[in-house]
């Protein structure tokens, strides 16, 4: 049940489909995981995926054609004597994906209801945007075998 309107939220079986290297993405495990409230419509929630699901993967191109080098077609398939961990790396890759799809989402939801609570929830927007952009940036990082914060001598 949406925590926003009280309507139930309908879970759609939709797959993302991505590039054979990374994981396809699935919209009914994104609605369960960041509990995404029924008035996005499927349409909508597969959109915003698609787009986050690509700039992520423009985020990791680099770690890609590393690991594709090494051997690697595929990151959920991989050989765990060349990418070690590789189920930790396909859920840091959702995780990444998932974050940034929430919040542009987010970022949206008061143009998507017309009821009194939008104009809170857009007061509070800019935080939780901000909060699971850093989560997503943060997987990315990880993915990467980065830390969180990179400091450069100049």
């Known amino acids: 049940m949406s925590g926003f309107s009280g309507?139930?939220?309908t879970f759609v079986e939709q797959a993302v489909e991505n590039d054979g290297f990374w994981p396809d993405l699935s919209v009914s495990?994104?609605?369960k995981a960041y509990r995404l409230p029924a008035?996005?419509?499927?349409?909508?929630?597969?959109a915003d995926l698609t787009m986050a699901m690509h700039e992520v993967n423009l985020d990791l191109a680099t770690c890609k054609a590393r690991?594709?080098?090494?051997?690697?077609s595929s990151v959920e398939s991989a050989d765990t004597t060349v990418l070690p961990e590789r189920t930790f790396k396909v859920d840091?890759?959702?995780r990444a994906v998932y974050c940034r799809a929430k919040a542009s989402l987010l970022t949206q939801f008061a143009t998507v209801t017309r009821?009194?609570?939008a104009e809170n929830t857009g007061k509070d927007l800019p935080e939780r945007s901000d909060t699971?952009?850093?989560f997503s940036q943060q997987a990315v990082r990880a993915i990467q075998g980065r830390g969180?914060?990179?400091a450069k001598l100049l």
């Open 7 to 9: 309507k139930p939220t």
């Open 29 to 31: 495990e994104f609605q």
């Open 39 to 46: 008035e996005y419509l499927v349409d909508m929630l597969a």
């Open 67 to 72: 690991w594709q080098g090494a051997g690697v």
């Open 92 to 94: 840091l890759y959702k």
């Open 115 to 117: 009821r009194d609570s």
């Open 132 to 134: 699971f952009l850093a």
């Open 148 to 150: 969180r914060i990179t």
